[in-house]
């Protein structure tokens, strides 16, 4: 019996997933390209996936577990748990207009147009406002469109901030604050329950470790 682990293929939080593991004492051979792999030491299957497959993997039971961002959790509104914080991949989703725009309060988004690739926790943070606006789903490059005339504000994933400065915006509201989180499927069977408690004492561990 295994468990079965799904982490970033290659993007922000492949490096770190891997890393985590390998601080819990988790030796996973990650050979490039590789779509799946098995630890030597410790009952763990892992899956190199999209992050935003990831929830739905979860939810279906294809995974047991699953290191992705809070933020795609929410986004994809699968039945999942979170079951434990890691403290990387750490950024927010911030609401940004341009420069110019003499920004007063979240009043001033009524009837805009917002670009974002969270339309599901933009949309809930607009209405719990009482705001009404537009929502543009773009997948990408969401911080060219108030620059080329497709949307007033944006609604995008932002860490250090330069990327918004570099395309002439500013942040304006904070609507999440994000960290990469281990996801548990809701019905593990007791098998698998008791090797995710094992590995959760060992990701606990780690943390006390590095506070
Ligand atoms: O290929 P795949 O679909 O798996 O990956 P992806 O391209 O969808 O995701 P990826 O690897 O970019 O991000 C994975 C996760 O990392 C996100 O879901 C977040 O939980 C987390 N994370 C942390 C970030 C950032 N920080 C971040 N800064 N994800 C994206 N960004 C982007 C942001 O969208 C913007 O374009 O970085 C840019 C802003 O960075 P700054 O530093 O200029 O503010
Ligand atoms: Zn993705």
């Given at each position: 019996?295994?468990?079965?682990?799904?982490?970033?293929?290659?993007?922000?939080?492949?490096?770190?997933?891997?890393?985590?593991?390998?601080?819990?004492?988790?030796?996973?051979?990650?050979?490039?390209?590789?779509?799946?792999?098995?630890?030597?030491?410790?009952?763990?299957?892992?899956?190199?996936?999209?992050?935003?497959?990831?929830?739905?993997?979860?939810?279906?039971?294809?995974?047991?577990?699953?290191?992705?961002?809070?933020?795609?959790?929410?986004?994809?509104?699968?039945?999942?748990?979170?079951?434990?914080?890691?403290?990387?991949?750490?950024?927010?989703?911030?609401?940004?207009?341009?420069?110019?725009?003499?920004?007063?309060?979240?009043?001033?988004?009524?009837?805009?147009?917002?670009?974002?690739?969270?339309?599901?926790?933009?949309?809930?943070?607009?209405?719990s406002n009482g705001i009404s606006?537009?929502?543009?789903?773009?997948?990408?490059?969401?911080?060219?469109?108030?620059?080329?005339?497709?949307?007033?504000?944006?609604?995008?994933?932002?860490?250090?901030g330069s990327t918004l400065f570099?395309?002439?915006?500013?942040?304006?509201?904070?609507?999440?604050?994000?960290?990469?989180?281990?996801?548990?499927?809701?019905?593990?069977?007791?098998?698998?329950?008791?090797?995710?408690?094992?590995?959760?004492?060992?990701?606990?561990?780690?943390?006390?470790?590095?506070?």
């Amino acid at each position: 019996m295994k468990l079965k682990i799904a982490i970033q293929k290659s993007g922000r939080l492949h490096e770190d997933s891997i890393k985590l593991l390998k601080e819990c004492g988790i030796d996973i051979n990650n050979g490039v390209n590789k779509l799946k792999t098995e630890a030597s030491n410790f009952p763990l299957e892992v899956f190199f996936l999209r992050d935003d497959d990831i929830p739905q993997y979860i939810e279906d039971g294809v995974a047991d577990i699953g290191i992705v961002g809070e933020n795609v959790v929410l986004e994809k509104q699968k039945q999942v748990n979170i079951v434990q914080k890691l403290g990387f991949g750490k950024c927010r989703l911030s609401m940004a207009v341009e420069k110019s725009f003499d920004y007063t309060g979240i009043q001033d988004l009524h009837n805009k147009r917002i670009a974002t690739s969270y339309p599901v926790i933009v949309g809930d943070f607009l209405k719990s406002n009482g705001i009404s606006a537009e929502i543009h789903e773009i997948s990408g490059s969401v911080e060219i469109a108030p620059g080329i005339g497709l949307a007033d504000a944006i609604c995008d994933l932002v860490s250090s901030g330069s990327t918004l400065f570099m395309n002439g915006l500013k942040e304006v509201e904070t609507v999440l604050k994000s960290e990469a989180v281990l996801a548990a499927c809701h019905d593990l069977q007791p098998a698998q329950q008791q090797l995710l408690d094992k590995l959760l004492f060992r990701i606990q561990a780690v943390r006390k470790a590095k506070n």
